[in-house]
């Protein structure tokens, strides 16, 4: 899916997205998540943790 969604984060003075990287043990990537910038870094990542296990409906 792509998202044309870009944003401002004040508080890390960024414009445009964020990603949310998901690696296992070994650091093998699980799951990618690109949000736009002005999602929260703890709300990013508990979306993140839930698409990958499966509680919530991908987007």
């Known amino acids: 899916m792509i998202c044309t969604d870009v944003a401002f984060d004040p508080g890390k003075q960024i414009h445009g997205r964020k990603g949310f990287i998901t690696v296992d043990l070994l650091g093998l990537v699980l ?5 736009c910038a002005s999602v ?9 943790v839930h698409l990958l ?7």
């Open 31 to 35: 799951r990618v998540l690109v949000t």
């Open 53 to 59: 296990a499966g509680l919530s409906d991908e987007r």
């Open 40 to 48: 929260p870094e703890p709300t990013g990542a508990k979306l993140n």
